[in-house]
T-cell receptor, first 118, second 115 residues
Framework: GAVVSQHPSRVICKSGTSVKIECRSL??????MFWYRQFPKQSLMLMAT?????????EQGVEKDKFLINHASLTLSTLTVTSAHPEDSSFYIC??????????????FGPGTRLTVL | AQSVTQLGSHVSVSEGALVLLRCNYS??????LFWYVQYPNQGLQLLLK??????LVKGINGFEAEFKKSETSFHLTKPSAHMSDAAEYFC?????????????FGKGTKLSVKP
């Protein structure tokens, strides 16, 4: 099956710093990539949807200036948490799809990135 | 608002026993339904999905799920549990043409399998 990787798998940073998380589709072209956030014992919450070469679409309540998303190519999307604070500590998961955001193509998920902000 | 409910955050079964993980959704429009499995430190893997074809869907690893519109349910079953089935399972729904095909997840059910 299709493989999606995330880097880093775990990151610890100081409050006020910025952290970049990469999401790569290794063996297919991802027209659409999704970024999710998962709190302990909670479900995955969609943060934003990104399409290659265009601006990301953010879900209600997600600050686009804080969570910068760049989908620079068909195999790479990055999420940058700017000026991170302890409340941003969470598990961030990306997924990639060869379809559009309105299609029902399977989303392939990355292994997630555990962010801890001290 | 659309939502997905997974009954039971933790289910424990004996090896060889029936596995039943429950999922209910709230919607007046039939959605697309998915079950994902997440092993420790790994990404979510699609087990099966329902997209308005046959109501009984067979997936990987011997799992299957049945879409019951009258009950707004999509429960996941496996006749005989194996130790390797121990993982976290997520039910998810998507409404085509609604929220851009985005997935809405349940909170997950952790399955433990006792020897």
């Amino acid at each position: 099956g299709a493989v999606v990787s995330q880097h880093p798998s775990r990151v610890i940073c100081k409050s006020g710093t910025s952290v970049k998380i990469e999401c790569r589709s290794l063996d297919f072209q991802a027209t659409t990539m999704f970024w999710y956030r998962q709190f302990p014992k909670q479900s995955l919450m969609l943060m934003a949807t990104s399409n290659e070469g265009s601006k990301a679409t953010y879900e209600q309540g997600v600050e686009k200036d804080k969570f910068l998303i760049n989908h620079a190519s068909l195999t790479l999307s990055t999420l940058t948490v700017t000026s991170a604070h302890p409340e941003d500590s969470s598990f961030y998961i990306c997924s990639a799809s060869a379809g559009t955001a309105t299609s029902t193509d399977t989303q392939y998920f990355g292994p997630g990135t555990r962010l801890t902000v001290l | 608002a659309q939502s997905v409910t997974q009954l039971g955050s933790h289910v424990s079964v004996s090896e060889g026993a029936l596995v039943l993980l429950r999922c209910n959704y709230s919607s007046s429009v039939p959605p697309y339904l998915f079950w994902y499995v997440q092993y420790p430190n790994q990404g979510l893997q699609l087990l099966l999905k329902y997209t308005s074809a046959a109501t009984l869907v067979k997936g990987i690893n011997g799992f299957e799920a049945e879409f019951k519109k009258s009950e707004t349910s999509f429960h996941l079953t496996k006749p005989s549990a194996h130790m390797s089935d121990a993982a976290e399972y997520f039910c998810a729904v998507s409404w085509y043409g609604g929220s851009q095909g985005n997935l809405i997840f349940g909170k997950g059910t952790k399955l433990s399998v006792k020897p």
